[in-house]
């Protein structure tokens, strides 16, 4: 089990001291909380991709760059790459240099993109959407899997004779997860080539994520990488916590209340009754996040939410270290226990093969 | 059978909500005549105005919400009725159709009435009510049922404008109803092509 955190990378007023935090600041910001992340011990560092304020995270592999030369352990990973509207063949190359300066601590999540205009801003058609998803995916897949690829499509120019260097660390593609809030064909992407599945789950329904995941575990074993409870799931989530339940509720209902994906709606109780967000005491935190388990089955990866809707960097590391001291070891220990020997615990660069496209692709 | 009955009325008690107790009166009695078992489900909007707004707001529907949506979707048919507010049907109305998934109600047999303040927004009906519920691919009867006040005092015992319309508007919903046994087709919401066919399709596509 992978437990970190994943930044959607939001550069939002502070509503308490009505403070805007520069881009500077923020960039800076997320080097320090990826640092956190691995002095508490978290396993996975992920940050979104946008190409619009206000949002800073244009540009994944230079950031995740940076913080692999300052980190040892964790793995760096995205939230998600755009399969959609980048071009295979640089995300290719980009993520397969990062996998060797980072000697492999290197996964990503792909995801199609959540902006309409930026589609015709790079050129594409938000009405191509699943089908730049699957024709991209595959050949990226061709470009790290084979030493030269001849390939030809609808949305690019063809490829003749070409290799797309590095070749990745040990012959092994870094790890691939494929996110999806809505799109079953995602779900098959996913399964089709044994790859993992991440559901976002910020929002619920809980019953959807349930159907979309189920919907993956069955086609997973059908392509008989395994059976459905192997398949490799990735899940996100939301907290907000201190030590008193109610000190959590009084500090984070201002940000809240403001937050540019919810705030000005639902009430912050409601809200935690109906999605994943917990705002208490370490103990509600643990508690809710084991109920994923139970809802989705055995995961391979958590992702957290904690830097978003203005939340002060030295708030976001108090969270970390108290995260650290009271949260993580009970959910390892607990996850631990829970999981079957034959379910996989994670996907780690070291141990898996190289693995050539399906033959009849 | 299962009729949902929406008023969008904001009154206690609103004339919405009359005529639309008049439209599924006679939609029971002529769906009885068919020999079909009618239950009737009536929905008033402004109970859910803030689950609505709140689904606006953060994407997903309320527990209370989610399970008056399904009521709707799962219906046999729909009698909708709306208040005429600045030229058009209620805005909170057009929230709450707006949280439905917009391939829900393919299919659906709709009644549409309004009521207002004078005869003159009766149209509205037509040029503004009917098009959402073509957008949402239902199928609206031909009578769509406008009430002004006037009409609560109007006729006599042996004639009744209002009654009348919705007499018509109810028989057209019975034959509707009883000429599709079937049951309608939705779009499975979760299911892929397997991915070679994916692939595939793109190629063919692209010729």
């Known amino acids: 089990m992978e437990i970190g955190v994943f930044t959607v990378s939001d550069i939002t007023r502070n509503p308490v001291t009505g403070a805007t935090p520069t881009e500077h600041e923020r960039i800076k910001a997320a080097v320090a909380i990826a640092k956190k992340v691995e002095e508490i011990g978290m396993d996975v560092y992920a940050t979104g991709e946008h190409h619009n304020p206000p949002f800073y995270a244009s ?3 230079t950031i995740l760059a940076y913080i692999a030369a300052q980190t040892e352990r964790i793995k760096l990973s995205t939230s998600t790459t ?8 640089k995300i290719a190359e980009d993520f397969a240099t990062l996998q060797h300066l980072a000697d492999g601590r290197v996964d990503l999540i792909l995801g199609r993109g959540n902006t309409s205009p930026v589609y015709p801003w790079f050129g594409k058609n938000q009405q191509d959407s699943v089908e730049l998803t699957i024709e991209n ?16 499509g609808k949305f690019r120019t063809p490829l003749r004779n070409f290799t797309s260097t590095p070749r990745p660390l040990d012959g092994v593609a870094p790890f691939v997860w494929h996110g999806s809030i809505r799109t079953p064909q995602v779900a098959e992407i996913a399964a089709y080539f044994g790859d993992g599945f991440f559901a976002n789950n910020i929002f619920w329904p809980k019953e959807h994520y349930q159907q979309l995941i189920g919907l993956y575990r069955e086609r997973y074993a059908h392509y008989g990488h ?3 409870d192997q398949a490799i799931v990735g899940l996100g989530g939301q907290f907000f916590m201190a030590k008193k339940s109610q000190d959590a509720i009084n500090e984070f209902r201002p940000f809240f209340d403001n937050a540019p994906v919810y705030g ?3 009430r912050m109780e409601d809200f935690m009754a109906q999605t994943p967000l917990t705002v208490g005491s370490p103990q509600e935190v643990i508690e809710k996040t084991l109920s994923f388990q139970e809802f989705f089955g055995d995961y391979q990866r958590q992702l957290f939410l904690i830097d978003h809707a203005g939340l002060p960097l030295k708030t976001v590391l108090n969270q970390l270290d108290l995260f650290g001291e009271l949260v993580l070891p009970e959910l ?3 996850f631990a226990k829970r999981r079957p020997a034959h379910v996989p615990d994670k996907p780690v660069h070291t141990t898996r093969k190289p693995s050539p496209v399906p033959a009849s692709v | 059978m299962k009729i949902t009955v929406v008023s969008a009325g904001l009154g206690v008690p609103s004339s919405s909500r009359m005529l639309a107790d008049q439209l599924s009166t006679a939609v029971r009695e002529e769906l009885s005549a068919l020999g079909e078992t009618v239950v009737v489900e009536n929905v008033e909007a402004r109970d859910y105005a803030v689950d609505i707004a709140n689904n606006l707001v953060a994407g997903y529907a309320p527990p209370a919400l989610a399970s008056m949506l399904q009521g709707i979707t799962e219906s046999d048919a729909l009698v909708v009725v709306t208040p005429v507010f600045s030229g058009s049907y209620s805005g909170l109305l057009k929230s709450l159709f707006d949280v439905i998934d917009n391939t829900a109600l393919q299919g659906m047999p709709v009644i549409l009435g309004a009521t207002g303040g004078s005869a003159r927004h009766s149209l509205m009906l037509e040029h503004a009510m009917r098009p959402l519920f073509s957008y949402l691919r239902a199928r609206v009867v031909p009578t769509a049922v406008y009430a002004s006040p006037q009409d609560w005092g109007a006729g006599n015992d042996d004639e009744q404008p209002l009654d009348k319309r919705v007499r018509r508007a109810a028989r057209e919903l019975a034959e509707m109803v009883g000429a599709t046994s079937a049951p309608r087709v939705r779009d499975e919401p979760l299911a892929s092509l397997p991915f070679e066919d994916l692939l595939a399709n793109i190629t063919r596509s692209n010729r």
């Not at chain 1, 755009?82 to 063949?89: C, E, Q």
């Not at chain 1, 050949?139 to 790290?144: A, E, N, V």
Request: charged share 15%; aromatic share 8%; glycine share 6%.
């Open chain 1, 59 to 61: 540009s994944p592999t």
């Open chain 1, 82 to 89: 755009l399969i959609t509207t980048n071009d295979p063949v």
């Open chain 1, 137 to 152: 995916y595959n050949l990226l897949r061709q470009l790290w899997d084979n030493d030269v690829v001849n390939w030809q």
């Open chain 1, 226 to 228: 395994g059976s459905a």
């Open chain 1, 264 to 266: 000005h709606g639902p």
């Open chain 1, 332 to 334: 390892r220990a607990e």
